[in-house]
């Protein structure tokens, strides 16, 4: 098969039981994890990218060359440098100087404009604050405001989790034929989870929402620590949008040092090579097969590649 475009690669990434990882951890189940760092952009913002800015501009709300802005920590705004590139649209992506600089480095290489806005008084380089993020969200609104452009809006489009209720929860249900009974998600903007939930809930499977520690919005928990090294999420915006009405089962929370110590065990035990968030997923999946699903099925995303947290602690002295 020949595809016209990258933009046709997004999408049916293929299901691996993490056997291994499972049997290392001495967890009582089955982990089935679909490798969205295989898509394009490395991430699976691949997925709402495509959706946001092709529902866009099948509406109209994007015009044919108009500028498209986003906030991104550096997923979503690759998807969108390779979106936009092929199909003819300016892309700025504005981005915290807290987020690591293979992400800057690669939006840029692939045609992005790249504004690094700089952090909060305080804020520790590597880890993204809300109050970081807000300093990025003013910028955005700012240059969407200058440049005329469309504001891709991850945060808040229904594109978002559209591509997971017609994309990741199909291919999770299909490619299991039916085996997987429970779903946990890190939420960044909450589209995939939302998405995917609407999707696999009505079939029986329990979904779980995934926040860092200290950073836990969604289950009304502590936030008094929203600085952590999980990039790209526990910032507590659009997550509350798009899960307002996905059925969810419940809520974990994972530290940073859980994240990172489980993507390395996936790198190690399953030549899996992925970044803090499928660490996250992988740590919360083994607490469930540990406490109220054991013995069950669990699909899990792993959310992008571990290549963009090489300047980060997230592989130093991993061994």
């Not at 880890?127 to 469309?150: H, K, M, N, P, Y």
Request: negative net charge; hydrophobic residues 40%.
């Amino acid at each position: 098969m020949i595809l016209s475009s990258a933009i046709d690669a997004i999408g049916n990434t293929p299901l691996i039981d993490l056997a291994r990882a499972c049997a290392a951890l001495g967890v009582e189940g089955r982990i089935l994890a679909k490798p969205d760092f295989l898509l394009p952009g490395f991430s699976k913002k691949d997925r709402a990218a495509r959706a946001i800015i092709e529902a866009a501009r099948e509406s109209g709300a994007l015009q044919p060359g108009q500028p498209v802005v986003e906030l991104t920590s550096g997923n979503m705004g690759t998807g969108l440098a390779i979106v936009c590139g092929i199909l003819g649209h300016p892309f700025i992506a504005v981005m915290s100087r807290g987020n690591s600089v293979e992400r800057a480095r690669m939006m840029a290489a692939l045609g992005a404009e790249v504004v690094l806005v700089d952090q909060a008084p305080g804020s520790v380089p590597g880890q993204v604050s809300g109050a970081d993020l807000a300093r990025v969200e003013e910028a955005a609104q700012r240059i969407t405001r200058e440049r005329g452009a469309f504001r891709a809006d991850q945060f808040g489009h229904p594109g978002n989790p559209a591509a997971h209720e017609t994309g990741t929860g199909p291919e999770l249900w299909e490619q299991s034929d039916g085996a997987i009974e429970v779903f946990a998600d890190f939420v960044g903007s909450g589209g995939t989870l939302a998405g995917t939930a609407r999707f696999l809930a009505p079939k029986g499977v329990r979904c779980y929402a995934v926040e860092p520690r200290g950073a836990e919005a969604i289950a009304g928990g502590d936030t008094s620590q929203p600085d952590h090294p999980i990039q790209g999420g526990g910032y507590g915006m659009g997550d509350l949008v798009h899960l307002c009405d996905a059925p969810l089962a419940g809520t974990l929370t994972v530290s940073g040092a859980e994240a990172r110590d489980h993507a390395r065990l996936l790198a190690r035990t399953e030549g899996l090579f992925a970044g803090y968030s499928s660490g996250a997923n992988l740590a919360a999946a083994a607490a469930l097969l540990r406490g109220p699903e054991r013995g069950r099925t669990v699909g899990i995303v792993l959310c992008d590649s571990g290549l963009k947290y090489l300047s980060t602690d997230l592989w130093a002295d991993a061994s």
